[in-house]
Every structure is written in structure tokens, then in C-alpha cells.
């Protein structure tokens, strides 16, 4: 498929989406996060791909949805068309997704990096959900899963003021993963996508799943799901090469089956 909003470049084992309208700031549109959401429908249904990678400019991951878009919405086309609802296939991605972050991830685009499975962040990041500057919320989970990552006290911080989080603040919330020099952010990324991309693709899928079963069922049933997922990787291939390469001192070479 042919993409005009962002890069999409296919390597070993992985996808990197490289949001690309710098000049407005990587400001999420409609057309941009279908694409992004076609991407990554993309990956998952190609075997030869294991994780994603989605990232921005230096100046900014994205500085949220388009507001030149969104100003002249009614509250009948937002309720009745349901405008940010589509954007929650993004995470429903079954593969796992990493957010690449430099610069600004604002509103929309802070809620794209925390609808990916972990966030690495430049030096240079700052995070934020400033709507209610524009007399709005969050719209596509920043006050949810924000206060699952963060806790209440912080996201209401952020989400009421609508101040910016540094990286070094967002890493010590729990926001964010791993925080890297802004040269390194790219490579560290990539690198830590590849390193999923070889693992068994069941496996990976199955352990982002149950990981993110964890927010929204109780403690009991969490653990019955994961204990099914677990029994039913006894029934791939890749299991038993995992196991047998383990026991002959050498390293997998999963098929993906
Ligand atoms: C549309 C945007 C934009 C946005 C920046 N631009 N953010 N366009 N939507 N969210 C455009 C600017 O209009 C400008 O275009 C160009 O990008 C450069 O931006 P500047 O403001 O000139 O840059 P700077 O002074 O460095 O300030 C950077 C900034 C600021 C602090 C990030 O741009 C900013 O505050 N942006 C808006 C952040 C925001 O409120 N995000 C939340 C959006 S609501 P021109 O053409 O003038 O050069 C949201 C809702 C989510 O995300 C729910 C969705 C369903």
C-alpha cells in the first residue's frame, strides 16, 4: 500500500513507521492515523515481521491530533461519527509496537505512544496532554491509560494543567522504559524491536496480550488467562526448538509456527 503520511520501511523482522509531516509538527490527521493503523494491520498479518517501530522528527514524535482539523468538528459529527474511536485499532495490534520518542508527544501523541507496548525516549522528550488549554480532554486514552501508567496523581497533574513532562520525569512515572541520548534513540529502538522480532511471534503476541490483560480484568482472571496462553505455547514448534536449543548450549532458530 502506498502511504503519504508517513515512511514505512519493512526490515528484518521489523516495521518502522516514521511519522512524516514535520512541518506541522507530526500533528495527527485522519488520513495519518489510518495509515499508521493500516501499517501496522500490515505487520500482523506478515509472518516475517515480529514488532514495530513507530517514530517521529527530532523535533517531535507528534504534537498531537490536527487541531486545524478538529476546530471546525460538531458535537453531533464527533458523537455520531464517534472521530477518535478508530483510532483505538492502533492498539488493538497484536504485534508488539515500539514508540520511538524525541521531542514533543503531545495530546494525540502521547496517546499514540502509550497505545505501543513500550516507549523509549530521547533526552529530549517531553510529554504531554495539553487539551484543556484548547477546551477539551484527552480523547483517545489520556485519561486512561495515563493513570494506568503514571497514577492519579500525576495524570490529573498533567491532564488538568496540561503542563509538559520531561523524559527523565516521564522515565521515573513509569511512562517510559528506557531514556537514551536523542542520537542513540533510533538504533536503541530498532535494536530492542529486532531482539522481539527474532523471539517466536506467539509468544510475543501471546506475552503482550496477557500482559495487557493485566489492566483490564481482575487479578484471578488475569492469571487464568495467563496460564492458558502459557499451556498453549506447548503446542508450537517454536516451544520445542526454544527448549531443545536451550538444551544443546545453542541458539534458537524459531520458524514462527
Ligand atoms: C495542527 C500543529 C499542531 C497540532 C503544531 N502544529 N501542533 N498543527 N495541530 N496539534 C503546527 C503549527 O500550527 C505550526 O504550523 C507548526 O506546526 C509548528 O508549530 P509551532 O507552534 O510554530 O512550533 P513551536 O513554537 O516550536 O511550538 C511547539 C508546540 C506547539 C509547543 C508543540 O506547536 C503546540 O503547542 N502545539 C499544539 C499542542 C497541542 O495542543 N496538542 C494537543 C492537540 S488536541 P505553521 O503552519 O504555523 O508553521 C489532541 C486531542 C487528542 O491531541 C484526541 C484526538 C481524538
Known amino acids: 500500500m502506498a502511504y503519504e503520511t508517513i515512511l514505512v520501511d519493512k526490515r528484518d523482522h521489523v516495521l518502522l513507521i516514521t511519522l512524516n509531516r514535520s512541518s506541522a509538527l507530526n500533528a495527527l490527521n485522519a488520513q495519518m492515523m489510518g495509515e499508521i ?3 501496522l494491520a500490515e505487520a500482523d498479518g506478515d509472518p516475517r515481521i515480529g514488532a514495530s517501530v513507530v517514530t517521529g522528527s527530532e523535533r517531535a514524535f507528534a504534537a498531537g491530533a490536527d487541531i486545524k482539523e478538529m476546530a471546525e468538528l460538531s458535537f453531533p459529527q464527533s458523537f455520531v461519527e464517534d472521530y477518535a474511536a478508530s483510532y483505538e485499532a492502533i492498539a488493538q495490534t497484536r504485534k508488539p509496537i515500539i514508540a520511538a520518542v524525541a521531542g514533543y508527544a503531545l495530546g494525540g501523541g502521547c496517546e499514540l505512544a502509550m497505545m505501543c507496548d513500550i516507549i ?26 495515563l493513570v494506568h501508567a503514571v497514577g492519579k496523581a500525576k495524570a490529573m497533574d498533567l491532564v488538568l494543567t496540561g503542563r509538559m513532562m520531561e523524559a527523565e520525569e516521564a522515565e521515573s512515572a513509569g511512562l517510559v522504559a528506557r531514556v537514551v541520548p536523542v542520537d542513540d534513540l533510533l538504533d536503541t529502538a530498532l535494536d530492542a524491536a529486532e531482539k522481539i522480532g527474532e523471539m517466536s511471534n506467539a509468544a510475543t503476541m501471546m506475552a503482550k496480550e496477557a500482559v495487557n490483560r493485566a489492566f483490564e480484568v481482575p ?5 487464568r488467562f495467563e496460564r492458558r496462553a502459557f499451556q498453549s505455547l506447548f503446542a508450537t514448534e517454536d516451544q520445542k526448538e526454544g527448549m531443545e536449543a536451550f538444551i544443546e548450549k545453542r541458539s534458537a532458530q524459531f520458524k514462527q509456527r
Open 219 to 223: 487479578l484471578a482472571e488475569g492469571l
Open 120 to 145: 523509549i525516549a530521547a533526552d529530549t522528550a517531553k510529554f504531554g496532554q495539553p487539551e484543556i488549554t484548547l477546551g477539551i480532554i484527552p480523547g483517545i486514552g489520556g485519561t486512561q491509560r
Open 37 to 39: 493503523s493500516a501499517a
